[in-house]
């Protein structure tokens, strides 16, 4: 399935309530748990701050892309959010994040998860349509523009 | 072997829809007496893109591109299993590299005549960044494309040879 399909109104969150790293990746989590796409919150949560551990997925231009492996999902899984103030992240370029994809796969399914992170790292390369997308007030705004740019 | 097409190539992905593609390509090699190929390739490009964009860690990058050796393995010989239970020989191949590119390489270096491949997902996006890698080799390939659809009707197709 295409990355496109998977970004539904139900999960994506706008804007972000959260402050801080964890708070910000444990929000999205319960985002994917509230739309009925994962049970396993604290599976999910600790397989993304191991992988945040190792380095941390706070690219340029204010966003972020947490992602991880874990037997808790049986199929690609998406959340995106956005935080119209930004939230520390130890981006590379030091800024806030503002823009969060989140992506979670199970660890038989590398071909997708990668296709769709390549997906993401293609959409990063524009800042116009990023700097679009973080402007956006609700959940079917972001939706729209994603499936009619 | 008199017919238009003497050499077929299937693109395996490990999606439902390129094993679907794999049995239909059975059922035409069978059919018009074609060689059949079946083509793998590990999505190097994209590991190194995700790399340089700094998605992904050295130790990710290498993790990832062992799964997907092991995909590899795993799929074509699926795909070789597919074949022998009919009675044909495969040539199944692994490379590594940009899948565009390497579907384009394999075509013209074989003498492809027909590539086969998966349905294509909806994609409800006019964005360029959601045309998969399949829909980008169809459109580079010099070769004719053949698009499988309707895996039941193929799984009879594939069921019902000798």
Redesign the interface.
């Known amino acids: 399935?295409?990355?496109?399909?998977l970004i539904r109104p139900e999960v994506v969150k706008v804007p972000l309530v959260s402050a801080t790293k964890p708070e910000v990746i444990r929000e999205l989590v319960e985002c994917l748990r509230d739309a009925g796409q994962i049970s396993d919150v604290e599976t999910v949560y600790d397989a993304l701050m191991k992988?945040e551990s190792?380095?941390s997925?706070g690219?340029e231009q204010g966003i972020a892309?947490p992602?991880a492996k874990t037997t808790a999902v049986n199929a690609l899984t998406v959340a995106l959010g956005i935080s119209p103030k930004g939230i520390e992240f130890q981006a590379?370029d030091g800024n806030p994040s503002k823009l969060f994809f989140m992506l979670l796969a199970p660890?038989d399914q590398?071909?997708?998860?990668?296709?769709a992170?390549?997906?993401?790292?293609?959409?990063?390369k524009?800042q116009a349509?990023c700097r679009t997308v973080i402007g956006s007030t609700s959940a079917g705004e972001v939706v729209e523009l994603?499936?009619?740019? | 072997m008199n017919g238009p097409i003497k050499k077929i190539l299937v693109y395996v992905d490990g999606t439902e829809g390129s094993i679907t593609a794999a049995q239909y390509a059975v059922v035409l090699s069978r059919a018009t007496g074609a060689d059949l190929n079946a083509l793998y390739v590990v999505n190097t490009r994209a590991l190194e893109d995700l790399l340089k964009a700094r998605i992904f860690i050295k130790a990710e990058e290498e993790e990832y591109k062992r799964d997907l050796e092991a995909d590899a393995d795993r799929y074509l010989n699926h795909v070789r299993s597919l074949a022998r239970k009919k009675g044909l020989a495969v040539e199944a191949v692994s490379v590594s590299g940009a899948v565009q590119v390497e579907i384009k390489k394999y075509v013209q270096a074989n003498e492809i005549d027909l590539l086969i491949i998966g349905e294509l997902s909806h994609v409800r996006s006019r964005r360029d960044e959601f045309y998969n890698e399949a829909e980008r080799a169809m459109r580079s390939v010099s070769c004719s494309v053949l698009i499988v659809k309707d895996e039941d009707r193929v799984w009879e197709l594939y069921d019902a040879l000798p």
Do not use: Q, Y
């Open positions: 399935m295409a990355l496109v399909d992988r190792m380095g997925t690219l892309v992602h590379i660890p590398s071909g997708p998860h990668i296709e992170l390549a997906d993401i790292a293609r959409i990063t524009s349509f994603f499936g009619e740019d």
